[in-house]
């Protein structure tokens, strides 16, 4: 009998010792796409399409009013502090001048099961930023960074 309390108070002090495991994110995937003057970032819900309307509106700035990125990412393990997504974007602005803008949106913790978040920037930054050269997305549990996805130039 003395052995076994022995041996439970010893597995209690071993439990409590552990550290908390810390929430544990990743970026997935990031989409950039250019939005159409009537805000569509595609003609049909084709890939293939939207693809193919991506490159004439790349090819055709005038077609443009704005980007948005869509972001898939995922968190798991318990989350103490508020998550975020975070989009920093580096732009040359007309007059060639560098021009950089951040982003950030609150999510919700998403279990085992990924999920989609948009970040749109308004016509306004868009015309302020330029042609986006470099973008990076992180995904933040306050402090702490989670993840991150960026562009070759970044």
């Known amino acids: 009998m003395r052995r076994s309390a022995i041996c439970l108070v010893l597995f209690f002090a071993l439990a409590l010792s552990m550290p908390a495991r810390a929430a544990t994110g990743r970026v997935i995937k990031v989409l950039p796409h250019f939005l159409d003057l009537k805000g569509r970032n595609s003609i049909s819900p084709s890939l293939y399409d939207r ?37 920093e974007l580096r732009g040359v602005a007309p007059g060639n001048l560098p021009k950089q803008l951040a982003l950030e949106i609150p999510l ?47």
């Open 51 to 87: 693809d193919a309307y991506q490159a004439q509106l790349r090819q055709h700035p005038e077609q443009r009013s704005t980007m948005r990125f869509d972001v898939q990412w995922k968190s798991k393990s318990p989350v103490w502090e508020a998550l975020k997504l975070r989009l």
């Open 108 to 154: 919700e913790p998403s279990g085992w099961l990924s999920h989609w978040d948009s970040l749109p920037l308004t016509s306004e930054q868009y015309r302020d930023l330029g042609e986006v050269t470099a973008w990076r997305v992180t995904l933040w549990e306050g402090a702490q960074l989670l993840g991150q996805q960026k562009s070759f130039l970044w």
